[in-house]
């Protein structure tokens, strides 16, 4: 049985109404009742707000507010100045669309007026026999649609989709091809969705989030429940060409510390300061993934060549950092750079500007055999086996200590060779990696930014206000949140206005505009009103004096002392972090860790 388009837009309709996740979790078990296997990936898809995977470097849809305010023109019969006029009124396109044909309808008794309309099979009043498949189809041939004579193709598909939908069903089409759905349920809401309706219960959501971790395409995992049962997800194992979730690190300042939490010994190794890269091999086919698994293979062509020439395994999937290093000396040099090879255009020319060594620190995946539960150790040797070594590639440098005063010694020798610091590795039996997960297993140790704060955080924009004096009229100061993944919302830290080059503030405008919001966005939990609210998207690097208590900040309210949250004082801009989606921001669970450390240490000190 094909599945209604309207049973989306209703669900939709429904879950801009709430803002409580209960709620939301709600609905969205009742859509999954109501979803036919065979299109589970793709409504989950939607729900994401995508028509797939964004590292399988698939093309996105390509549609500009212009070519839909025509599409939407031509299905409806009304100038496309009419049509902005309204939606500037009403607040957006989907809304105006949906006005629009609202209006249509009734005047013409329930058949839609106009000339493309009979391309549209007839429904009574307002109702429309769009399926899923249908709308997800056209979407894509939208997205697919490239090169020359790609925009009228675009514009007809467009037109033809929303002439046939009805005022609802428009308005959430329209919303979607503008990356505007804004419905607030994040992944974490999806997955225990799908545990409640094909695994009897949330608590089977650690099922469903194993699997994700190991391939991270939530759409075939929500097939392979729907088809196949959750037993099916129990022996999931990575594959080459799906990216795997990464594992991350906590962090600590204290040598002693770090020691103690990792059991006594650990194996340390050059934290080093570039990005991470997921290198997938199957044979003469490479693909590399980023942090939050973007496909970057073709802004590493020099990295592929190396893969290919230096992985011996037929199969593999190993991790590294891709650092820029001054060829003439084989020296480190810092994150900045390599983020300059991201701006260039044509990546021949930053390959040669800015050349890359690629320092290995673990695999996950060798011909068949999955090591995600293996130890370290194992993986390490495995890792070793499987490569050759040189200049521009090798094994992350690291040694094994069991005292505080060599891994001191280490962390030194780290950052005079241009390292960020250094991680340091639990090597026992239980030392598995733990796909998508930070944890106590991997403790990064960074070199302090001469401040009282040991280490910076990752904070998301959520909003921002307008600066005065020099900065009048302009973007000066913005409002920060941590990431709360219990609740799925960005909770308020500070606001920070200072450590911005001019260089940085002149871009803010351009780069804030795609996500700038009329109203708060749902998952953003603030209680102070920025001049503008910001969808939760960019991640920005924080370095402060302290953290502090504040009473008007929502991260971790209530913890450390009742009508109270925790803020940082003196906050200081340190660089954009374009590699980091808002879901690997800083958590509020992490800053309150950090606001604990900073009281013992205070109470030791005194
Ligand atoms: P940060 O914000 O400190 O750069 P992160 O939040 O990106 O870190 P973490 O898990 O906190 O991620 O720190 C680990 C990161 O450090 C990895 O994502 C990886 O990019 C980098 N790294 C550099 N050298 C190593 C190494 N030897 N082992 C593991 N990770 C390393």
Redesign the pocket.
Same mark, same amino acid.
């Given at each position: 049985m094909p599945m209604p388009f309207s049973v989306i837009a209703e669900t939709f309709e429904k879950l801009e109404r709430v803002t409580a996740r209960t709620q939301m979790l709600l609905y969205l078990v009742e859509l999954f009742k109501k979803t036919p296997a065979e299109v589970v990936d793709k409504v989950v898809y939607i729900l994401q707000g995508k028509l797939w995977p964004d590292w399988k470097g698939l093309p996105e849809l390509g549609v500009g507010e212009k070519l839909l305010v025509k599409a939407a023109s031509i299905a409806l019969h009304i100038s496309e100045h009419q049509l902005e006029r309204l939606a500037k009124r009403v607040g957006d396109i989907g809304k105006a669309i949906e006005m629009v044909k609202n209006e249509q309808l009734k005047k013409t008794g329930g058949r839609a007026p106009g000339l493309l309309a009979f391309m549209a099979k007839p429904g009574s009043a307002g109702e429309s026999t769009l399926t899923v498949e249908k709308v997800y189809e056209t979407l894509a041939k939208i997205a697919v649609a490239q090169g020359e004579g790609s925009r009228d193709i675009k514009l007809k598909l467009l037109a033809g989709l929303l002439a046939e939908a009805s005022p609802k069903e428009a308005k959430y089409i329209a919303r979607f091809v503008e990356g505007r759905l804004r419905l607030g349920v994040g992944d974490a809401t999806i997955m225990e969705a799908l545990a409640v309706v094909y695994a009897g219960s949330a608590a089977m959501r650690s099922i469903i989030e194993r699997a994700y971790n190991l391939r991270a395409d939530l759409g075939m995992i929500a097939k392979i429940v729907t088809t196949q049962g959750v037993e099916a997800l129990k022996n999931i194992k990575p594959e080459v060409g799906i990216p795997i979730r990464? %594992?991350? +690190?906590e *962090?600590l300042s204290d040598p002693l510390e770090i020691l103690k939490k990792l059991g006594g010994r650990a194996l340390v190794? &050059? /934290? &080093? $300061? =570039?990005? *991470?890269a997921q290198i997938h091999k199957k044979g003469d086919k490479i693909w590399i993934f980023s942090?939050r698994l973007e496909n970057i293979t073709h802004m590493y062509p020099d990295v592929v060549k190396m893969a290919l020439e230096n992985i011996k395994a037929e199969e593999a999937i190993i991790?590294g950092?891709i650092v820029a290093i001054d060829p003439e000396t084989g020296e480190l040099r810092p994150f900045q750079v390599l983020m300059r090879r991201r701006r260039k255009h044509d990546v021949h020319v930053a390959m040669e500007e800015i050349p890359v060594a690629v &320092?290995l620190?673990?695999t996950v995946y060798v011909n068949g055999e999955d090591l995600t539960l293996k130890p370290l150790p194992y993986r390490r040797e495995k890792l070793a086996s499987i490569v050759n070594e040189n200049d521009t590639w090798q094994l +992350?440098k =690291?040694t094994i200590v069991s005292d505080a005063e060599a891994l001191e010694k280490f962390f030194l020798q780290a950052i005079e060779d241009g +390292?960020?610091g250094i %991680?340091a /590795?639990a090597i026992h039996d239980k030392s598995i990696y733990q796909a998508g997960a *930070?944890g106590w297993l991997?403790i990064?140790y960074?070199r302090d930014y001469k401040s009282e704060m040991a280490d910076?955080v990752?904070l998301v924009v959520i909003g921002a206000f307008y600066g005065k004096g020099r900065r009048g009229g302009k973007f000066g100061t913005l409002l920060m949140a941590a990431y709360d993944p219990e609740s799925d919302t960005f909770k308020s830290v500070c606001k920070v206005g200072s450590g911005f080059t001019d260089e940085d503030l002149e871009k803010l405008p351009e780069m804030l505009a795609p996500y700038i919001r009329d109203t708060k966005p749902p998952r953003v939990d603030s209680a102070m009103k920025p001049d503008v609210w910001v969808e939760p998207a960019l991640v920005a690097?924080i370095i402060g004096a302290e953290l502090t208590l504040s009473p008007i900040h929502t991260c971790c309210y209530g913890w450390a002392k009742s009508g109270a949250g925790i803020s940082i004082r003196f906050p200081r801009f340190i660089r954009w972090?374009p590699? /980091?989606s808002p879901e $690997?921001a800083t958590t509020t669970k992490e800053l309150y860790e950090m606001y604990l450390r900073q009281l013992r240490k205070l109470e030791e000190t005194t």
């Open positions: 990464p %594992m991350l +690190a *962090r190794e &050059y /934290k &080093y $300061d =570039g990005e *991470r942090r991790e950092e &320092y620190f673990d +992350a =690291g +390292a960020e %991680m /590795k *930070r991997w990064k960074k910076t990752d690097e972090r590699d /980091k $690997d």
